[in-house]
């Protein structure tokens, strides 16, 4: 049996890395990355939680956060696409289209 530490610390690991991915990079398609770094380790934090404490409702939970993840990351790459079509750089600093 693993311990339940060893999957909090790995996840604050994986939240640790995704939160300087978006933070420190400024190409878009890091920071998604980074963002669904942050969200997977909330589902493994989720799923830890729901394997020791043997209640299947946050592995529930887990599934709709998959699911708001997998949204995010059609929306914001077709998005982005959208955006690399007309400037040719997904690089944040550069992108002020939406500004007036």
């Known amino acids: 049996m693993i311990p339940i530490h060893w999957f909090l610390e790995l996840a604050a690991v994986l939240f640790v890395v995704g939160s300087l991915g978006v933070i420190l990079r400024r190409n878009a398609l890091i920071m998604l990355m980074g963002i669904e770094l942050q969200l997977n380790a909330a589902n493994l934090t989720l799923v830890a939680f729901s394997r020791a404490y043997h209640d299947a409702h946050a592995q529930a939970f887990a599934f709709i956060v998959i699911a708001v993840a997998a949204a995010e990351a059609a929306v914001g790459l077709a998005i982005l696409v ?5 400037r040719r750089s997904v690089n944040v600093d550069e992108l002020t289209i939406m500004k007036h």
Not at 82 to 86: A, D, E, L, P, T
């Open 82 to 86: 959208g955006i690399f079509r007309n």
